[in-house]
Each structure stands twice: as C-alpha cells, then as structure tokens.
C-alpha cells in the first residue's frame, strides 16, 4: 500500500462515519469512531479494495453482506471494486452501528439525560414530565435508529421519502417491557404511511419469510386503493424479527 491510497482510505473513513484512524501502517488501515463501536480494516487489493469487521455488534458483519460482496477468503471480508463502493460499505456499517440493538439504548440514554439535565430541577424530577421526556427522546431514537438500519427507505417497497416513513412496533411501545425491547430495530419495520397505519392496528402482518399478510376485513377494492398487490414483501428479514413478528401475528390473527 502505497502513502497516496493510505490517504484515500484514511480520507473516505473520515468522510464515512469512521473518523478516527487507530492504525496505518503494515497491510492495512484501521478505522474506529466515537459515535459507535465498530471498528473495521481497509486493505488494497489487485481489484480495489478489501474491508473487514475487526469489532462491534455480532450480526454487523450479516447485514452488510446483504448489500455487499464477500471474499472467498473469509479473513480479507469483503469485495469493495472501487472508491466509491468502498464509501458506500464504511457509511452503510456506520450507519448499522449506531442502529442495532445496545447501541441504540446507549444513544438514547446519554440524549434522555442530557434533556433532564438542562431542564428546571422542579420539572426534571417531575415523573410525569420524565416519563413524557423519555417518550418522546425515546420515539425518535427509535425513527432514527430504522432509518439507519433500512437505509432511509420503506421495508417493503423501498420509498425513501423521509416524510412519508414511519417506525413501526411489532410489539407495541407501551406494552414492551424494557428500553432495549421499545428501542430494538428488529421489533417491528420502517414503514411508508398506509402501511404503518395498517401495520399498527393489526391489519396487516407478515410471515415468518416475510410476506405480506393482509386482513380479511379489507375489501378488495380497498386493497387497491392502499396499494396492496399480492406479492409484497419485506426487502429482507433477519432471524431477530422472529420473536417480535410472532406476536404481531398472534394479534393480528385474532382481529380476522
């Protein structure tokens, strides 16, 4: 590697969510960041570039492997062909990072106590006002968190128009027991309007390989007008939906 694609590297990690280089010599760059914890390894190749996962959340490594190639050789990690692709991998495990599970809870945490800290003493120790804080801080960690993980588009059809996403709960926020549960990214799916209005209320599930599942008690000419075609799907499914998706298919079998 010589110093001019070490530049290039170090330069796309900084402009890519990985700001901080913890090592650049030998084979390979190093790149953390202080916003998350993934840590990951730039190399060159005959054909561009390779990155590998060094540190960070367990499945990081499986979700990007939906977008991007991987090596035959497991330890060099992925295909990146050109600059550009590489920009591409380094903001798309960023942007993971700070959306999967426990990474999320901490993110929220630190924002939550941050508000309570530059509020009057009288009304931060207010339960009431708390639990209205938390809520809220909570509702848009969570609406950050899937657009991280879904990449800014719909679950399903892949609208990426910010304005008309919301983020779904499988397992409704008030009846899930914890922060992690109502903050996990895979308890429910960033959805377009009309589907997360169906989706809220029962109307609408999927199965275990995530299929759209539509309500009986929607006539079909109704069906038209939401937009529901037979064939819908999820863009992809992870094994950590399982849990949650089961219940909302529980409910949403008892509304038929």
């Not at 402009?15 to 953390?32: H, P």
């Not at 295909?79 to 959306?99: D, G, I, K, N």
């Not at 779904?168 to 589907?195: I, M, Q, Y």
């Not at 299929?211 to 008690?217: H, Q, Y």
């Amino acid at each position: 590697m010589n110093p001019l694609q070490r530049s290039l590297i170090e330069k796309a990690g900084h402009d890519n969510g990985f700001e901080n280089v913890l090592q650049s010599g030998g084979l390979g760059v190093d790149l953390g960041s202080a916003r998350h914890p993934a840590k990951v390894t730039v190399t060159v190749s005959e054909d561009g570039f390779w990155g590998a996962i060094r540190s960070g959340s367990a499945t990081l490594t499986q979700e990007l492997s939906r977008t991007f190639p991987v090596s035959d050789v497991p330890a060099q990690g992925f295909v990146l062909a050109t600059e550009a692709a590489l920009a591409r991998w380094l903001r798309r495990a960023a942007a993971l990072s700070q959306a999967l599970p426990n990474q999320a809870v901490m993110a929220f945490e630190a924002q939550l106590q941050q508000e309570l800290a530059a509020m009057p003493a009288a009304a931060a120790l207010n339960t009431e006002v708390q639990r209205m804080v938390r809520q809220r801080v909570g509702q848009q960690a969570y609406r950050q968190a899937m657009l991280d993980y879904w990449g800014g588009a719909c679950a399903v059809t892949g609208l990426a128009l910010p304005q008309a996403l919301r983020a779904s709960h499988a397992k409704p926020w008030a009846e899930c027991v914890t922060d992690a549960e109502r903050l996990d990214v895979f308890n429910g799916f960033l959805l377009s309007a009309n589907l997360d209005v169906l989706f809220d209320s029962f109307m609408v599930s999927f199965s275990e390989s995530g299929e759209l599942m539509v309500s009986k008690a929607i006539p079909p000419s109704d069906k038209q007008k939401l937009g529901l075609t037979n064939g819908m799907s999820l863009r992809w499914i992870s094994a950590q939906h399982g849990r949650y998706l089961d219940f909302h298919r529980q409910r949403f079998l008892q509304v038929q």
